[in-house]
T-cell receptor
Framework: GDSVTQMEGPVTLSEEAFLTINCTYTATGYPSLFWYVQYPGEGLQLLLKATKADDKGSNKGFEATYRKETTSFHLEKGSVQVSDSAVYFCALSDQGGTYKYIFGTGTRLKVLA | EAEVAQSPRYKITEKSQAVAFWCDPISGHATLYWYRQILGQGPELLVQFQDESVVDDSQLPKDRFSAERLKGVDSTLKIQPAELGDSAMYLC?????????????FGPGTRLTVL
């Protein structure tokens, strides 16, 4: 079945450092891809999405490009802030008819001042 | 800004007891999802509704879990009896319709602790 693999955390960075969180997927067809963020004590919020190959999703300085050839959707940000500390989830929308989400295990990011 | 509402936010219960969680999706959203998120893992779908109909409950442990959305609006997820392994965050989400491009909007979740 479909699956999503994320790099293990936690990832600890200093403020203004460059961030990459790797995400690869296995799916039949051409799923839509998403990054969600979960701040402490809160639900998940959509960060960005891409619906077809070579699409680039971007929001709040984060971006990710849908790479069909490498089945990847890596999250990047050029300069992280303390407020970016959270858990980041990569997800795909299953093409099997119900379009349910398949999530990765999440990557915890901690940004130090 | 419209939000998905869930209650309670926290629930502590003893094993073998019954628990129930409530979710009110964003107004007009036809699709409603219940997820279970075990600590340190990603959310896993338990049940998906399209209006009042279940369209996917393949991962719902039907011997103890039940879910309903009687009027196609709010929804209740029940566990009876609760087991220690049910301790997790239970997330509700909604979307305007079911297709590949749709963002799902998540509520704050209910954290369940089974003692």
């Amino acid at each position: 079945g479909d699956s999503v693999t994320q790099m293990e955390g936690p990832v600890t960075l200093s403020e203004e450092a460059f961030l990459t969180i790797n995400c690869t997927y296995t799916a039949t067809g051409y799923p839509s891809l998403f990054w969600y963020v979960q701040y402490p004590g809160e639900g998940l919020q959509l960060l960005l999405k891409a619906t077809k190959a070579d699409d680039k999703g971007s929001n709040k300085g984060f971006e990710a490009t849908y790479r069909k050839e490498t089945t990847s959707f890596h999250l990047e940000k050029g300069s992280v802030q303390v407020s970016d500390s959270a858990v980041y989830f990569c997800a795909l929308s299953d093409q099997g008819g119900t379009y349910k989400y398949i999530f990765g295990t999440g990557t915890r990011l901690k940004v130090l001042a | 800004e419209a939000e998905v509402a869930q209650s309670p936010r926290y629930k502590i219960t003893e094993k073998s007891q019954a628990v129930a969680f409530w979710c009110d999706p964003i107004s007009g959203h036809a699709t409603l999802y219940w997820y279970r998120q075990i600590l340190g893992q990603g959310p896993e779908l338990l049940v998906q509704f399209q209006d009042e109909s279940v369209v996917d409950d393949s991962q719902l442990p039907k011997d103890r879990f039940s879910a309903e959305r009687l009027k196609g609006v709010d929804s209740t997820l029940k566990i009876q009896p609760a087991e220690l392994g049910d301790s997790a965050m239970y997330l509700c989400a909604s979307s305007p319709r079911t297709d590949s491009y749709n963002e799902q909007f998540f509520g704050p979740g209910t954290r369940l602790t089974v003692l």
